[in-house]
């Protein structure tokens, strides 16, 4: 009797943990749908929205080099404003679809000249320091070619040189150090900024975190930058290391360890 009891309880047990199962088979396959859908989402309005503004930016700076004829002092301040902003867009919708891809994508590991990736970026930002009347130091070391995913290794330095741009404030100091090590590249960024206060330099890696600045200055970003830093510095098997402090700046390092050739 006692026995039959406690079949038909395991029975009901067994026939309600299947439907539990079943529905959060469901409820998982409805998630995943959801994540695509997202995905998609994210990825056609970023393509969306880049190409009209990849031309916005185009005519912003052609009118801000004169190009376009002469502007009166208050248009050239007009103009310059309508393009920093633009270029801040630019750089959410990229990070926006940056962290969607690299995320998706494995690395396409090819041997270059570190060099050739970073000699445009330099030079983009000794513009953007004079620009925001900044004083911008580099020192490089003889680089060996070195084996990393080509955009991804661009984006990476882009983001943190952005970064100290973004966050140091006119008068200050943005230095980029490249070392080249018999075992890895160490790229190192430092600013004399605003600085990051110590609770906050272990979140600041986490998708869409943000420090709330907005006693200091209104600061527009994604928070996705250094998400994005961090995933493709593992990616690369290297390490991240920040060392900062509120009002005085702060300082990212990157190590990219040189990858073992076969036979080499
Ligand atoms: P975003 O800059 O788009 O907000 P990031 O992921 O690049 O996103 O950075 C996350 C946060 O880390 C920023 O909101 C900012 O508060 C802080 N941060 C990043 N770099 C610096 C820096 N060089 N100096 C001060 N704060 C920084």
Redesign the pocket.
């Known amino acids: 009797m006692e026995t039959e009891l406690l079949r038909s309880y395991n029975q009901k047990l067994v026939e309600r943990l299947e439907a539990r199962v079943r529905e959060l088979t469901l409820a998982n396959a409805q998630l995943q749908d959801l994540d695509r859908m997202k995905d998609q989402f994210l990825a056609t309005l970023s393509h969306e929205l880049r190409t009209p503004l990849t031309s916005l930016l185009g005519y912003l700076e052609l009118f801000d080099r004169g190009m376009l004829g002469p502007l009166t002092p208050q248009q050239e301040e007009a103009v310059r404003v309508m393009r920093r902003s633009s270029e801040v867009l630019a750089r959410q919708l990229n990070?926006l679809l940056y962290f969607q891809e690299v995320r998706s994508r494995s690395l396409n590991f090819v041997q270059l000249q570190p060099l050739d990736i970073l000699r445009p970026l330099i030079a983009a930002a000794r513009e953007r320091a004079a620009q925001a009347q900044l004083q911008f130091e580099v020192l490089l070391s003889e680089m060996q070619p070195i084996e990393v995913d080509r955009s991804a290794f661009e984006h990476l330095v882009r983001?943190l040189l952005d970064?100290?741009f973004?966050?140091t404030e006119p008068g200050g100091r943005v230095r980029f150090i490249v070392r080249d090590e018999p075992t890895r590249l160490i790229i190192r960024v430092e600013?004399t900024?605003?600085?990051?206060p110590a609770g906050e330099q272990e979140k600041?890696f986490l998708p869409f975190?943000?420090?709330d600045?907005s006693l200091a200055r209104g600061?527009p970003?994604?928070?996705?930058?250094?998400?994005i830093v961090r995933h493709i510095v593992e990616a690369h098997g290297g390490q991240i290391a920040l060392r900062?402090a509120p009002g005085e700046g702060?300082a990212f390092t990157i190590a990219i360890p040189r990858r073992q050739v076969a036979g080499g």
Do not use: E
């Not at 900024?193 to 990051?196: E, S």
């Not at 970003?221 to 998400?227: D, T």
């Open positions: 990070n983001n970064n100290a973004q966050y600013d900024g605003i600085g990051i600041i975190y943000q420090v600045h600061h970003g994604s928070g996705l930058g250094l998400a900062s702060s």
